[in-house]
T-cell receptor, first 111, second 113 residues
Framework: RKEVEQDPGPFNVPEGATVAFNCTYS??????FFWYRQDCRKEPKLLMS???SGNEDGRFTAQLNRASQYISLLIRDSKLSDSATYLC????????????FGAGTRLFVKA | EAGVVQSPRYKIIEKKQPVAFWCNPI?????LYWYRQNLGQGPELLIR????????DSQLPKDRFSAERLKGVDSTLKIQPAELGDSAVYLC???????????FGQGTRLTVV
């Protein structure tokens, strides 16, 4: 079992839909969490950090559930331009920091 | 402000040949990472530097891979000799600290034939 797991998808949704992704992590020493977006043949780019209190940036909302060890990303009113792979990133501190990426969830938004 | 700069963008080499990648991190970022990404996978860490010190190279295949970060700024990653299975995208990233968000370069797409 991988330390950070994501549903690979793909998620196929129509424009305007709301879509949610989950990411689970197994190490309780995980302390920092992020969502990155990666377009085809491009580098990953930071989408948003995930705070314990949750955070929102426009149509995007990220939440952290430490008890169940997962983070989530909600995209409202999906746009065609949201089509990408969304990578979950976890940083743990177990005698040193370690950054671990999930394999990503692919999203296709259709007209 | 300039982002992370990598070169070359693409490289095609024959197996058993050497290859080197270069990375210039964001100014002021002490932490530098080299990742390898295969198609359909997330980036996998090869090595992490804090300034000029390699603090995590547990995933680096040391028989053929080497890296350096002289003066704690630019870094190079070398493969010698390259194997067919080394074909991947090699990403460099940097961050202010090891527990903060990282910023990626455009990557080097390596094809070994």
């Amino acid at each position: 079992r991988k330390e950070v797991e994501q549903d690979p998808g793909p998620f196929n949704v129509p424009e305007g839909a709301t879509v949610a992704f989950n990411c689970t992590y197994s190490n309780s020493a995980s302390q920092s969490f992020f969502w990155y977006r990666q377009d085809c043949r491009k580098e990953p780019k930071l989408l948003m950090s995930v705070y314990s209190s949750g955070n929102e940036d426009g149509r995007f909302t990220a939440q952290l559930n430490r008890a169940s060890q997962y983070i989530s990303l909600l995209i409202r009113d999906s746009k065609l331009s949201d089509s990408a792979t969304y990578l979950c990133v976890v940083i743990r501190n177990t005698g040193g920091f370690k950054t671990i990426f999930g394999a990503g969830t692919r999203l296709f938004v259709k007209a | 402000e300039a982002g992370v700069v990598q070169s070359p963008r693409y490289k095609i080499i024959e197996k058993k040949q050497p290859v080197a990648f270069w990375c210039n991190p964001i100014s002021g970022h002490n932490t530098l990472y080299w990742y390898r990404q295969n198609l359909g996978q997330g980036p996998e860490l090869l090595i992490r530097y804090e300034n000029e010190e390699a603090v995590d190279d547990s995933q680096l295949p040391k028989d053929r891979f080497s890296a350096e970060r002289l003066k704690g700024v630019d870094s190079t990653l070398k493969i010698q000799p390259a194997e067919l299975g080394d074909s991947a995208v090699y990403l460099c990233a940097s961050s202010l600290a090891p527990n903060t968000e990282a910023f990626f370069g455009q990557g080097t797409r390596l094809t070994v034939v």
